[in-house]
């Protein structure tokens, strides 16, 4: 027990704990399995407190735990810790044997002048969310730095909410040359926040939160019917743009909407440019997340006449498997292994030849990201590489920059209409 001056500068814990990968248990092995887990789980729980506070279920596979009296933080530590323990020590249900694992959010503060009960909830769930968001399976304590970025990011939405609203984004267009630099071989579509009070965004700011948010959703749809409105209307004036691709992203959150197929089938129609000139880029974890219904996905995408790249290869899993398994048409090298090619002592050299043999044996298109140099270039050359993209050729361009990158207009050789004939 406290001393009274001990007790005035008592600390509390409260621990919101979020079983990881529950629903998944449930929808496999059924929800009276899942019951029963939950019942052994509370068990566990209380038993590892050792009497040393409280354990209440507060919905679903989310528990809280509650401990006062504490002299310092650690102390709170060290009991949640040992309550986690025990929960996680495996077990058997109906003979199965069960690992749990969960995303814990801790709030610790004085006793004497804490804030609401609900504020502190509040606080530790959203602690717990970022224990989710970084990994699972960890144990976060708040502190008001989350809360701030928490206000910000609410803040981010409702920008970026009316900036859609209000058609602030934008999309820039950056060349793909033949590593000559001789041709135009195609664009890739790259979304810009003009923003009346942050300025020009770029997507690094904004498209994790979009991601998040499902924002992403309309945004990238804005991006992908702009992009092919533009690159029909280039198509129409400039005849050498009838032979450039024009790439877009999509994002995980879009490629696992039901009807993404239809979207793009009516985006394609819409605009009037052929299929066959638009290529939507993913990256391998988007693939990866669901592989089945991505194959599905990629198979009836594949249907409309669309060719499919992997963005960034060979930062994600590097799984070479499924890139026999999914319908992929090329791969984009990543700008760090680009950026390290001219080091005699880095890797970067070695995995680029391995992956370029690969795309190779594959029968793989490649195009190397973020060349900015003539060293980077040459040896790209070097290792076979006919597709290049980077700043040493073009950064990615507003609209009206593009049209040196097209060639001459149909119009250029036609004699220019005199004023007052017709
Ligand atoms: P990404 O798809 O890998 O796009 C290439 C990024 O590399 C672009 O950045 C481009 O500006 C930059 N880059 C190109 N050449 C060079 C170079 O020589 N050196 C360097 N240092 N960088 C170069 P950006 O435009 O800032 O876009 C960043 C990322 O945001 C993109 O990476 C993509 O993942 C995402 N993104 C951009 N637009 C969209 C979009 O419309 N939809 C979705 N889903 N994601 C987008
Ligand atoms: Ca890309
Ligand atoms: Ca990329």
Redesign the pocket.
């Known amino acids: 027990m406290l001393e009274d001056s001990q007790r005035r500068n008592a600390l509390f814990a409260v621990a919101f704990i979020d079983l990881d990968r529950f629903k998944m248990l449930n929808d496999s092995l059924g929800h009276s399995f899942g019951d029963l887990v939950l019942v052994e789980a509370a068990r566990r729980l209380v038993i590892g407190m050792r009497g040393q506070g409280q354990v209440c279920r507060f919905g679903g596979d989310e528990f809280v735990l509650i401990v006062s009296e504490l002299a310092t933080a650690e102390e709170a530590q060290g009991i949640i810790r040992s309550a986690l323990e025990s929960l996680c020590t495996p077990f058997g249900v109906d003979g199965q044997e069960v690992r749990l694992s969960a995303s814990v959010g801790v709030v610790v503060g004085p006793t004497a002048d804490s804030p609401k009960a609900e504020d502190i909830l509040q606080n530790a769930d959203m602690a717990m969310h970022r224990a989710k968001d970084t990994g699972r399976d960890r144990i976060r304590m708040f502190h008001p730095g989350m809360l701030r970025r928490a206000r910000e990011l609410m803040a981010l939405d409702a920008d970026m909410r009316r900036a859609l609203e209000r058609e602030e984004f934008l999309v820039y267009y950056?060349p793909v040359m033949s590593i000559s630099g001789e041709r135009t071989l195609g664009f890739?579509?790259?979304?810009r926040w003009k923003s009346p009070t942050r300025g020009l965004v770029?997507?690094?700011a904004f498209?994790p939160h979009a991601e998040e948010s499902g924002l992403?959703v309309p945004l990238?749809e804005l991006?992908l019917r702009r992009a092919c409105a533009t690159m029909a209307a280039w198509r129409q004036r400039y005849p050498a743009a009838r032979g450039m691709t024009l790439a877009?992203?999509?994002?995980a959150r879009?490629f696992v909407q039901p009807d993404i197929v239809e979207n793009v089938r009516q985006i394609l129609r819409e605009s009037g440019l052929p299929p066959a000139w638009l290529k939507l880029?993913l990256t391998e974890s988007t693939l990866m997340g669901d592989p089945e219904t991505a194959l599905s996905s990629m198979r009836r995408l594949k249907a409309l006449g669309v060719s499919l790249a992997i963005?960034?290869f060979g930062t994600g899993y590097s799984s070479l498997a499924y890139l026999q398994r999914f319908p992929v048409d090329m791969l984009k090298i990543d700008?760090s292994f680009v950026q390290d090619l001219p080091r005699e002592d880095s890797d970067s050299r070695e995995l680029a030849r391995a992956i370029m043999a690969l795309a190779r044996s594959l029968r793989l298109g490649v195009v190397a990201?973020?060349?900015?140099t003539r060293e980077q270039l040459e040896l790209l050359a070097e290792l076979g590489c006919e597709a290049v993209?980077?700043?040493?050729f073009s950064?990615?361009l507003p609209e009206a920059g593009v049209p040196e990158f097209l060639g001459p207009s149909a119009e250029a050789g036609l004699p220019e209409d005199e004023p007052g004939q017709a």
């Open positions: 950056q890739e579509a790259l979304v770029t997507p690094h498209i992403i990238g991006v877009v992203n999509l994002s879009q880029e963005d960034d700008r990201e973020g060349v900015e993209q980077g700043y040493y950064p990615p």
